[in-house]
């Protein structure tokens, strides 16, 4: 209510709100009053640590780097993706020529955004794809959705998956939604891979059942 109201909310309810605000992510009233109770994601990434001059990483909060010199790169200076992506293309690079013997004619990159995501035709407008998965479980009464969400992802947070669910006709019986403590991918972690891995057992054991 408070940030429908706009300019027309009085000052008092303002600053309640900007308490409240504080209370729930650590970021002091004022920055929110500053901000007219409004700030980003990626905004929230560099003020929380902004007085340890650290940044919080967009895809896993619990990583961080120094936020002076960044490139602005949403890969290379990330504070997480900049840190794991290395290792998953190394190890990825290793496996594939030293033990699957195949030597690729182009180099292997994790995310290409400017020659893959940028120009990737989305179709005209926004579109709630999860109301086509309504649809296909629907026409397939067999059709079993499991999403897993991590606590300390900025990119795609578990409350904005689980509002989508509720809102979208997905078949609740055959919904199941799960949150790790993780980031954006829920297999980081020794203990949170090992979460993951039974939980998904567990939903396609019970998705195999007569």
Do not use: C
């Amino acid at each position: 209510p408070a940030l429908y109201a706009g300019e027309e909310l009085p000052a008092a309810d303002k600053a309640k709100a900007a308490e409240a605000l504080a209370a729930l992510t650590g970021l002091p009233a004022q920055t929110w009053l500053d901000a007219d109770l409004r700030i980003s994601l990626s905004k929230f990434g560099e003020l929380l640590l902004k007085d340890k001059g650290l940044q919080i990483g967009a895809y896993d909060g619990r990583y961080t780097l120094p936020l002076a010199a960044s490139g602005g790169d949403p890969v290379a200076d990330d504070p997480a993706m900049g840190q794991y992506t290395p290792s998953f293309v190394a190890g990825l690079n290793q496996y594939v020529e030293q033990d699957l013997k195949v030597k690729a004619p182009s180099t292997y990159q994790s995310i290409a955004f400017a020659d893959v995501n940028s120009r990737w035709n989305w179709g005209a407008g926004p579109r709630n794809y999860a109301e086509d998965l309504a649809t296909a479980m629907r026409r397939n009464p067999a059709l079993g959705v499991f999403v897993g969400s991590g606590y300390y992802d900025l990119i795609t947070t578990f409350g904005a998956a689980e509002a989508v669910a509720r809102h979208s006709g997905l078949a609740r019986d055959r919904l199941t939604m799960k949150v790790y403590p993780s980031g954006h991918m829920p297999y980081l972690g020794d203990d949170s891979a090992r979460l993951l891995a039974a939980d998904i057992r567990a939903f396609l054991a019970d998705r195999s059942r007569p």
